[in-house]
C-alpha cells in the first residue's frame, strides 16, 4: 500500500500541468470531469460519467489512499489527489463530481462553484440550513455554473410519465402524498454496515478534511467508514432515502418546503452503537395544503418502497412502475394509464453534460436541491429535539 508521502509527492507533477486557462465549451466538445469523493457510491457516478460520450475523466481526489489506488484502474491516466483543492486548482478540469459524506457538501461545493467548475453534486444537497445558504451564495455568485444535484429520479422515464399524469384534470386535489421505503438485511449484517481494514488508518487517512467544521474528534476508523451512522456526518435514512422520494414528487408538483415537520422512531433493531435510527415516521404539512408521509424500516422488506399521490379525481401509484388510476366516484370515464417511458441508467448524468454544453437548466437544479434538503432537515430536527417543528420563511430558519 502507498502511503500519504507518495500521494503527496505526486501532487506537484499535477500542478505543472493545471495552468490552461478555462475555455468555452461547444456543443460537441470533449468535457473534462473530475470527482472528489471516490468511494462506493463516488465510482458509482463516475462509471456514469465515462459511459457519456466526449468525456474525459482526468482526476480523482479523496483522503483515503486505497480509494485512490482503486480509483486507477478505473481511468489509468487520471491524476490523484489527497487534497481537493489541488484538483480544483487544475484550470483544464470543467466539471466535478461530488461524492463525499453529507457533512462536507458545502465546503466542496462551494469550493467547486468558486474555482469556476460546473458541479454535480449528490444528494442530499446541503447538510444544514446554515449550509444551505452558504451554498445558495455560492451558486448564485457562480453566475453561469451548471448544477446538478443528485435526485437520478428527476432524469428518468417515470418523471417523464408522472409529469404528463400529474394535471388537475386527471386528479382533482391533491391531499396526501404516502411514501414508503422498507428494506431487510440477514441476521448479522446491519444495514449501511462496511468492514474496518486495517490500512485504515492515520497515515493513510487524512483524517482532519474528514471531520472539516464536524465537532472534533480523535481518529476513530469506523467513524470514519461508517459515517452513515453518526449525527456529526449524516442525516440518516432521511437524506439517504427519503430526499429521492421527495424530489421526484417536489419536482412536477412544484411543492414548497413544509411548514411543519413531525418525526418518530427509534433504533428498533441494530444496536451497534449507530446514532440515526432504523425505524422511523415522518409527516410533513405543506403550504400547498398537502399532506406527505413517509415510513421507513430496515427490519422488513415486504413493503419495499413506494409512493401514492391521492387526489379526488385520480391517485398515482410509484414503484418499479408508474400508474395512473381514476377516483371513479368522481372519474367515472376515466381510465387506467400505465407509464411507458424508459431511460437509460446514466440519463441523469447525460443530462448534466448536456447542460454544460447548452446552458439550459438541468433535470435537478439547485433551488429544487435547496427544498429538498431543507425539508430532510427538518425531519431530523424533529426527531432529535422530540417533537415538531416548522418553517419560518419570513428568516429561513427551523423553528
Same mark, same amino acid.
Given at each position: 500500500?502507498?502511503?500519504? $508521502? ?44 465515462? @459511459? ?24 489509468? @491516466? ?50 444544514? %440550513? ?32 408522472? %409529469? /404528463? ?13 404516502? /411514501? ?15 468492514? %474496518? ?16 467544521? /464536524? ?9 470514519? %467508514? ?38 418518530? @422512531? ?75 417511458? +424508459? ?13 454544460? +454544453? ?31 417543528? $416548522? ?9
Amino acid at each position: 500500500m502507498d502511503s500519504r $508521502r507518495k500521494f503527496l509527492s505526486s501532487v506537484a507533477t499535477g500542478l505543472a500541468t493545471s495552468l490552461a486557462p478555462s475555455k468555452v465549451l461547444g456543443a460537441n466538445e470533449r468535457i473534462r470531469a473530475g470527482i472528489i469523493g471516490a468511494g462506493a457510491r463516488g465510482m458509482e457516478i463516475v462509471r456514469d460519467a465515462m @459511459g457519456c460520450s466526449n468525456i474525459d475523466f482526468v482526476a480523482f481526489a479523496d483522503i483515503y489512499t486505497r480509494r485512490l489506488e482503486e480509483a486507477k484502474a478505473a481511468a489509468p @491516466g487520471a491524476k490523484t489527489y489527497l487534497d481537493h483543492r489541488y484538483l480544483l486548482d487544475d484550470k483544464s478540469i470543467d466539471a466535478v463530481l461530488i461524492a463525499t459524506p453529507q457533512h462536507l457538501h458545502c465546503e466542496h461545493f462551494v469550493a467547486s462553484l468558486e474555482a469556476g467548475k460546473h458541479v454535480y453534486q449528490e444528494k442530499t444537497m446541503a447538510f444544514t %440550513v446554515e449550509h444551505a445558504k452558504r451554498m445558495r451564495a455560492a451558486y448564485q455568485k457562480a453566475g453561469k455554473r451548471t448544477v446538478q444535484i443528485g435526485h437520478q429520479g428527476c432524469s428518468s422515464g417515470l418523471m417523464t410519465d408522472a %409529469v /404528463a399524469m400529474a394535471n388537475p384534470a386527471r386528479l382533482g386535489k391533491i391531499t396526501m402524498i404516502e /411514501a414508503h421505503m422498507f428494506r431487510n438485511t440477514p441476521h448479522g449484517k446491519p444495514q449501511w454496515s462496511r468492514p %474496518v481494514y486495517p490500512d485504515m488508518n492515520p497515515e493513510n487517512i487524512l483524517w482532519n478534511q474528514f471531520l472539516g467544521e /464536524a465537532p472534533k474528534h480523535d481518529f476513530d476508523a469506523n467513524r470514519y %467508514v461508517n459515517w452513515r451512522f453518526f449525527w456529526d456526518y449524516s442525516g440518516g435514512n432521511f437524506y439517504e432515502n427519503m430526499c429521492h422520494q421527495l424530489a421526484f414528487w417536489y419536482r412536477p408538483l412544484n411543492l414548497h418546503i413544509p411548514k411543519g415537520v413531525t418525526t418518530t @422512531g427509534g433504533v428498533f433493531l441494530w444496536k451497534d452503537g449507530r446514532e440515526v435510527p432504523d425505524t422511523m415516521n415522518v409527516s410533513m404539512e405543506h403550504p400547498e395544503e398537502l399532506l406527505v408521509t413517509w415510513t421507513s424500516g430496515f427490519g422488513n422488506n415486504q413493503l419495499g418502497a413506494s409512493e401514492h399521490v391521492l387526489g379526488t379525481d385520480g391517485t398515482i401509484m410509484k414503484a418499479q412502475q408508474i400508474r395512473y388510476l381514476p377516483q371513479k366516484v368522481n372519474q367515472p370515464k376515466g381510465e387506467e394509464i400505465l407509464g411507458q417511458t +424508459r431511460t437509460e441508467p446514466r440519463a441523469h448524468m447525460q443530462n448534466f453534460f448536456d447542460c454544460i +454544453r447548452s446552458g439550459k437548466e438541468t433535470n435537478c437544479p439547485f433551488e429544487l436541491g435547496y427544498r429538498v434538503s431543507i425539508a430532510c432537515r427538518m425531519a431530523v430536527e424533529s426527531y432529535r429535539r422530540g417533537r415538531t417543528v $416548522r418553517w419560518d420563511a419570513a428568516n429561513e430558519e427551523i423553528v
